[in-house]
């Protein structure tokens, strides 16, 4: 979806050139419309309190899922259902063991992400 105009006004802000030359490079470098949908579709996967509980305590180490129920006080459907949506977003990966499966982060972006949002969420 192209970025619409929304006014033919002229600008009658101080630095019009300095604007102009801005909005030109960002027109060149913007992501593409699908780039940032998916990047709303990561953002969304943050959006619920359950899945950043399961979040934090995978930053920490890997867990079954009954460990993970028994440690954030929630029921083990619950939390499957959380990983299920956790796993669709890429967020975390999960490896069999035995009859188990163990689940941990993605990658080292992810621990990234959401240190940063604690440590943002921290700051006072």
Not at 2 to 15: D, G, H, Q, R, Y
């Amino acid at each position: 979806m192209p970025i619409k105009k929304t006014s033919s006004k002229p600008c009658v802000c101080a630095k019009p050139q300095a604007h102009r030359q801005a909005a030109l490079a960002l027109k060149k470098n913007a992501p593409d419309e699908e780039e940032l949908y998916d990047l709303a579709d990561l953002f969304k996967a943050f959006a619920d309190s359950s899945r950043i509980k399961i979040l934090w305590a995978l930053s920490t180490s890997e867990f079954c899922v009954c460990d993970l129920a028994d440690a954030l006080k929630m029921t083990q459907s619950a939390v499957s259902h959380q990983l299920r949506l956790l796993k669709q977003s890429r967020l975390i990966k999960s490896r069999r063991e035995g009859q188990s499966i163990i689940y941990s982060l993605a990658d080292e972006h992810v621990k990234k992400v959401f240190s940063l949002g604690l440590e943002h969420v921290r700051e006072k």
